[in-house]
């Protein structure tokens, strides 16, 4: 359905102004020992999630868009993705205080020390770490699946398990 997507929309599914429909770049970023998750708390969503959101001009590809966002989200400047490789696909329409219909989400992952620095952006509410096992009750309903999948390829990349 992405490629079809993809094929369909053309350039014009990367950028917010190409439609009620586009690509955004997310970042899910673990502690080293991949045993905890930094989330965000979203303005308008009103949920717990990574970091993210739209492709920006200057961004040369989606992977830097979600590693531009993850920084500007946390407030950690030196966050670097684990890999260009994506670990994440997810379609989700959008409600209430969204000017779009859907976005087609394109996840990556990174790894940050938890005493790293952290600071809130416009868009949230809230930084804030969470071990694994215990997620707030706020995030998207498909949320726990998705994290656990990324977590898994996360940690097949590093080695660590």
Not at 49 to 75: K, M, N
């Amino acid at each position: 359905m992405y490629l079809r997507f993809l094929e369909t929309a053309g350039d014009a599914a990367l950028y917010r102004n190409g439609g009620p429909e586009h690509v955004t770049g997310s970042c899910f970023v673990f502690s080293p020992g991949f045993d905890r998750v930094l989330l965000c708390f979203h303005r308008k969503g009103q949920f717990w999630v990574q970091f993210g959101g739209h492709v920006e001009p200057a961004d040369a590809s989606v992977a830097e868009a979600a590693q531009r966002e993850a920084r500007e989200e946390s407030g950690i400047a030196d966050l670097v993705l684990l890999s260009p490789a994506i670990m994440d696909l997810d379609r989700h329409d959008l409600h209430g205080g969204f000017s779009c219909a859907a976005h087609w989400d394109v996840g990556f992952a990174a790894v940050a020390a938890p005493s790293a620095v952290t600071s809130v952006s416009d868009e949230s509410e809230d930084v804030r770490w969470f071990p694994i096992n215990e997620l707030p009750a706020q995030v998207p309903p498909s949320f726990r699946t998705r994290l656990d999948n990324v977590r898994r390829m996360a940690m097949l990349l590093t080695d660590t398990h």
